[in-house]
């Protein structure tokens, strides 16, 4: 074990490190021995268990629209990409899969697209009211991207109770090689500040070894999250697609984005973490590791069969062919054998 590296962890929970400081300790852990991210891991599962136990809180995902108008240079989906077979589920089919959901346990309902403008923030209000109407006590996650404060304020009004939008990076000028002119780091953090301010839980997140981000990036990530304190993070390895401008980046480490989750868990001990799809699909075990290093949630899909793999924001996506009950009876079977538990339940978070 790295000698001072253990101190190091267990000061994160009483002191906030400077910003050479985290990166300092990023670099550590990145070429640290297994007993030290052994330490590292445990360290973030006990913080976890702490708040929640051993439970494990199931979104389902479902991805109503692949269309974008956006062009980012690591996304599958971008508006430039003319291969990708578009689609866009009804209202019908939407409430179809909530109602299969709520079925199989499912008490939060996670609407996910690309930024597309067909449907109107009125249209998102109103499929938000008809899911809570046919289903009061579950909560609704939307997860649309940018959208301007009085749209927000609609969404909030119609009942949603969470947003998600990672913030992908929290270093301004790593942002700008991540996105095209148009899309801002400023606008990005207005709409967070946004969300916060309109009562919505909260999620933002990045991804791991994107292409140009540096130890320094990461650190950054971590000193936002702290100072923003969102409800949720999501973070999960960079998985390149054929047909963006990243091609060619390697994926990024599953051991680095473990890391990542250990010490957010740590920083943010009351955050709801995802284990992602993406890591998922990095490694076969991905999920279960990034649950006992820290994460609390996972999210099964529910959208049809039929459209999962038209959503494919990077390449090799699991669980696009498998029913969702299939799905959640094998995830059950896999979590138990690392003692956590799937429960019914909208899993907010908690102070």
């Known amino acids: 074990m790295k000698e001072g590296l253990t101190e190091k962890i267990d000061s994160l929970q009483t002191s906030l490190p400077s910003l050479n400081e985290l990166i300092y300790l990023i670099e550590e852990l990145k070429n640290s021995d297994d ?21 494990v809180f199931i979104r389902g995902l479902i991805e109503f629209s692949n269309y974008c108008k956006n062009n980012c240079y690591y996304c599958g989906i971008r508006k430039d990409n003319k291969s990708v077979d578009r689609y866009r589920l009804t209202k019908e089919e939407i409430l179809e899969c909530c109602a299969q959901g709520w079925e199989l346990g499912f008490r939060t309902f996670v609407l996910q697209s690309g930024e597309d403008d067909f449907h109107s923030a009125e249209d998102i209000a109103k499929l938000t009211s008809s899911i809570k109407s046919a289903h009061p006590d579950c909560a609704v996650t939307l997860s649309l991207g940018e959208k301007s404060r009085e749209e927000y304020a609609l969404f909030r009004s119609a009942g949603a109770d969470r947003y998600l939008l990672r913030h992908e990076s929290a270093d301004c000028s790593h942002y700008k090689k991540l996105k095209p002119p148009a899309l801002t780091f400023e606008n990005r953090m207005r709409c967070l500040q946004d969300l916060k301010e309109l009562g919505f839980q909260t999620g933002a997140g990045f991804m791991v070894g994107s292409p140009f981000q540096t130890s320094e990036s990461l650190a950054k990530d971590l000193l936002f ?3 923003f304190q969102p409800h949720m993070v999501g973070i999960g390895p960079f998985i390149p697609h054929h047909a963006t401008p990243f091609k060619d980046f390697p994926q990024g480490s599953v051991k680095l984005t473990l890391i990542m989750i250990a010490l957010t868990r740590i920083l943010l001990p009351h955050a709801l973490i995802p284990a992602t799809t993406a890591l998922g699909t990095a490694d076969p075990l991905g999920r279960e590791k990034g649950l006992q290093a820290g994460a609390n949630v996972v999210m099964p899909n529910l959208s049809p069969v039929s459209v999962r793999k038209k959503y494919e924001l990077y390449e090799n996506k699991i669980c696009t062919s498998s029913e969702a009950a299939e799905c959640i009876e094998c995830l059950k079977r896999r979590l138990e054998k690392i003692d956590r538990q799937i429960v019914v339940d909208r899993g907010d978070w908690q102070a």
């Open 35 to 55: 007993d030290t991210l052994r330490y590292l891991f445990t360290s973030a599962r006990l913080i976890t268990e702490k708040t929640y136990g051993k439970k």
């Open 225 to 227: 999250l702290k100072e």
